[in-house]
DNA sequence: CCTGGGGCAGCCG
DNA sequence: ACGGCTGCCCCAG
């Protein structure tokens, strides 16, 4: 019975390379639309730091949003996929949003 | 831009 | 089990 944060590291290895999700929507796939807070705090808590590709979850909005390794990182990370981020926003965000379940 | 309030899992003590 | 604190947040003002 996986927990909390397995679930939610468990739908962050879905998120596929190119693509992003956020912080709520990752919330709202997990059961618990309002968890949004736990879901960073699950990333942060992320063993596997590269493997779980946490870089691909922005806040909500396209903002780039913080990461445990350091930002600079993350939007390295981000634009070697071909996501680029300007203003500390994700560009096309709205296209490059992975979506879980259509509800 | 900044502030305050809300809401939630995890980790102490 | 229980209360308090923390955090890669969200939203309204």
């Known amino acids: 019975?996986?927990?909390?944060?397995?679930?939610?590291?468990?739908?962050?290895?879905?998120?596929?390379?190119?693509?992003?999700s956020t912080y709520k929507?990752?919330?709202?796939?997990?059961?618990?639309?309002?968890?949004?807070?736990?879901?960073?705090?699950?990333?942060?808590?992320?063993?596997?730091?590269?493997k779980t590709p946490c870089h691909r979850v922005v806040s909500s909005g396209g903002k780039i949003g913080g990461y445990a390794h350091g930002v600079e990182r993350k939007i390295r990370l981000l634009a070697s996929e071909g996501i680029r981020v300007a203003d500390g926003k994700v560009t096309g965000f709205e296209e490059r949003l992975f979506r879980y379940r259509t509800l």
């Open 25 to 50: 929507e990752l919330a709202r796939a997990a059961g618990s639309p309002n968890a949004f807070r736990a879901v960073g705090n699950a990333c942060s808590a992320n063993p596997n730091a590269p």
């Open 1 to 20: 019975m996986p927990s909390f944060n397995q679930k939610i590291w468990r739908l962050i290895d879905k998120i596929p390379a190119g693509k992003v």
